[in-house]
């Protein structure tokens, strides 16, 4: 049986899919690996690229040229390189990122097949700007040797598990494939690993393997925190995430969609739309219960109406200068 499905996703990647698949080619294993690329309808160079790797390479690269973009930031392309993955396992990866190891797909399949247990297992990633917009940092932060569903829930949003780092059982995902709702939602890692989650632990192996690469044409560049339909879509997943798990970390997700309603308030849509600030705030607050000076500044800034605030303002000044 054919070990491990390379599911990767490319969309206007031309300057760096030679690099990935490069990096794909080097891996030194023990088994048969095949390498799937969904490429969304690139308008540059990508394709030809591809093209030219499975000429080369007929018997270990399959391409799914899809004759439109299926859309959701790549989310609905990775989903058909996974159903026409033949593997016993699933590594994905985006077009732009590449790995760093040539052990990587050796040292997953070692773990998962000596802990049948697992659902998942994942390593150490770095993070890259192409613009050296910010230094190079490390994905995952936190040194454990299993992950479970309640070290993926933060009150804060947890990211630590690179794209490109992941490895699953196909057929634990063919029984349990994504709900409908995630279907809704323009991240599909984030919930995918907390279904994952939720049905057994996730091994980690601590090296870094791979590098999750941004810029400026990559999907991480769509999620726009001054953006409404990011910050909505968000709170609709946390919501959905709460709900599929039954509210059991209720406190935590509450706390999480509240600053997704905090960011609405300096959104480009509505940072000068006194109304729907109102309503904003007034969810921040019910779900974060904020205390001291955060709630002062969010009544003062967000839920006073501005011409209260400019008469207290008039008659402040007034009975100052009469106080001189």
Known sequence: MLKVSVCVVTYNHEKFVAKMLESILM????????????????????????????????????LLLHDKNLGLNGKFNALATF??????????????????????????????????????SFHNAEVIYDDNAAPPYL?????????????LIGE???????????????????????PEWTNLSTSG?????????????????????????????GASFADNHYGADFLFNRIQMYSNINKELNYEYDDRLKKNIATYYYKLLFSREYKDRYWPKLKFALKYLKLA??????RKAVLRDHIIPPILMRIYSYFAIGMYQLRK
């Open 27 to 62: 891996q030194q294993t023990t088994f048969d690996f095949e390498i799937i690329v969904g490429d969304d309808l690139s308008k540059d160079g990508t394709r030809s690229i591809l093209q030219a790797y499975q000429k080369q390479y007929p018997d270990k690269i399959r």
């Open 83 to 120: 159903a026409a993955a033949k593997g016993e396992y699933i590594a994905q990866f985006d077009g732009d990122d590449y790995l760093t190891s040539p052990h990587k797909l050796q040292r997953q399949v070692e773990m998962l097949d000596a802990n049948p247990h697992y659902t998942a």
């Open 139 to 151: 994905v995952n932060w936190i040194k454990k040797p299993e992950f479970y569903v309640e070290d």
């Open 156 to 178: 804060d949003e947890l990211c630590f598990i690179a794209t490109s780092s992941l490895m699953f059982r196909r057929e634990d995902f063919a029984k349990h494939p994504d």
């Open 189 to 217: 890692d984030i919930p995918r690993n907390i279904m994952l989650a939720k049905r057994g632990p996730i091994g980690y192996i601590d090296e870094v393997m791979s590098v999750y690469r941004k810029n400026r044409g």
């Open 289 to 294: 219960q904020p205390e001291g000076d955060t």
